[in-house]
């Protein structure tokens, strides 16, 4: 059975930072891309950053020089550092796999950057 459990969110005083996880099981995670993607309220869920299977990262221009999107295959986990947050980066957080023909969402985490 294929399972993205995301964590690490909560709530984030703005210039702080939070590390999210996202762990996968079910699946060959090694050869999937995984990407961090987001969802405020009253808006479209964007991408915000990717992995490829070999180390490849690219991310949304909003996020640049802030997040770091990383990947540990030995223990199927992608990982999103988050840091200089500010409250247009309050959303839900969900971590998805892609692979050719196939992908994979997990149930999202919530971010909230308040003071």
């Known amino acids: 059975q294929v399972q993205l459990v995301e964590s690490g969110g909560g709530l984030v005083q703005p210039g702080g930072s939070l590390r999210l996880s996202c762990v996968a099981s079910?699946?060959?995670?090694?050869?999937?891309?995984m990407s961090w993607y987001r969802q405020a309220p009253g808006r479209q869920r964007e991408l915000v950053a990717s992995i490829t299977s070999g180390g490849g990262t690219d991310y949304a221009d909003s996020v640049k020089g802030r997040f770091t999107i990383s990947r540990d295959n030995a223990e199927n986990t992608v990982y999103l550092q988050m840091n200089s947050l500010n409250a247009e980066d309050t959303a839900v957080y969900y971590c998805?796999?892609?692979?050719?023909?196939?992908?994979?969402w997990g149930q999202g985490t919530q971010v909230i950057v308040s003071s």
């Open positions: 998805k796999a892609r692979f050719i023909g196939s992908g994979y």
């Open positions: 079910g699946f060959t995670f090694s050869i999937y891309a």
